[in-house]
């Protein structure tokens, strides 16, 4: 009778110790050493190796990372990838639309923010072209940001740099682009270069960070816009630029830079519906993982 209240006393104990471990290692172990001390009566000695550990564990948190948060990770990667491929859409975006617009109206990037009477075409054009910006700003941007403001809690100054970097890269090519005074046939795709090397900085940059729960569900849940924005995109320009594809008048690469950019577009497309995919089976995941985990045994 006193051997079996002893145990259940140490048994207790053991909870106890359990529940002091660093999140991330409950969210690992906890379930595994609790089923253990239920299955194998605890002594005085398993306390004491548990209490070791616990001081190990606290010593070394940056060793175990917890499950909900590498599934975060996934969450905001896909993320990334969801509004790094709508940047390098917009960016080829951009230069096809240009030949879609009203007669005696400037084909400028801030024409977006205005109707053009009597034509239904260019008005789609600059409507997308508006909600491209508006999802990068509001989407994009705050993982951006969230990723920077965690760098510098954790003081970590490269990835911050990096982050930073990202922010104002995209400006710095476009404008080198123009001082180098680029030849209209490659500036496209010198600047999508640019923005893809960009783009890989700020993905090795924010891996080293810990993600936001609350921006990443929201991040993730706007991009579900994304890709009915880029597929009413590629629907309005396609019939619009293809009769000039015949036609291609004194530019002879025509065909195969707007080509080359449907090419990019398509591709950006499919690469936003996969990663939006992926990011929501992360997300079920994470709010059911017990079930998530009884399918993948």
């Known amino acids: 009778m006193r051997q079996t209240s002893r145990s259940t006393l140490y048994q207790r104990g053991g909870r106890l110790l359990i529940r002091l471990y ?5 969210e690992r172990y ?11 009566p605890p002594t005085l000695l398993t306390l004491c190796n548990l209490f070791i550990s616990l001081i190990d564990a606290c010593m070394h948190q940056n060793l175990v990372q917890g499950r909900k948060f590498h599934i975060l990770q996934k969450m905001r990667s896909n993320g990334l990838v969801i509004y790094s491929a709508t940047l390098l859409f917009f960016a080829a975006w951009f230069v096809v639309q240009l030949h879609v617009h009203a007669p005696d109206e400037p084909r400028i990037l801030l024409s977006f923010l205005s109707l053009s009477p009597g ?6 054009v600059r409507f997308v072209t508006g909600l491209l910006l508006l999802t990068l700003a509001l989407g994009g941007l705050p993982l951006l940001l969230a ?3 965690k760098a510098v809690q954790n003081r970590n100054g490269s990835a911050l740099f990096l982050c930073l970097l990202g922010l ?10 123009i001082l180098i005074q680029v030849p209209l046939l490659v500036a496209p795709f010198v600047i999508l270069a640019g923005l893809l090397v960009d ?15 609350r921006v990443t569900s929201y991040a993730l849940h706007l991009a579900l816009l994304i890709p009915l924005i880029m597929l009413i995109g590629l629907a309005t320009l396609l019939p619009a630029i293809l009769p000039s594809f015949s036609d291609p008048g004194n530019d002879p690469f025509y065909v195969m830079r707007e080509g080359s950019l449907f090419l990019i577009m398509g591709a950006t497309f499919v690469c936003a519906l996969v990663a939006l995919k992926q ?19």
């Open 279 to 297: 990011g929501f089976q992360a997300r079920q995941t994470l709010e059911f993982p017990l079930q998530q985990e009884t399918i993948t045994m």
């Open 168 to 177: 104002v890269s995209p400006i710095v090519t476009l404008v080198l682009v």
């Open 119 to 124: 034509h239904l075409l260019v008005n789609l």
């Open 22 to 26: 660093p999140a991330a290692w409950r």
């Open 147 to 149: 990723a920077c403001w």
């Open 199 to 213: 783009l890989a900085l700020i993905f090795f940059a924010v891996q080293h960070v810990a993600p936001s729960r």
């Open 30 to 40: 906890a379930e595994e050493m609790i089923q253990i001390l239920e299955d194998s």
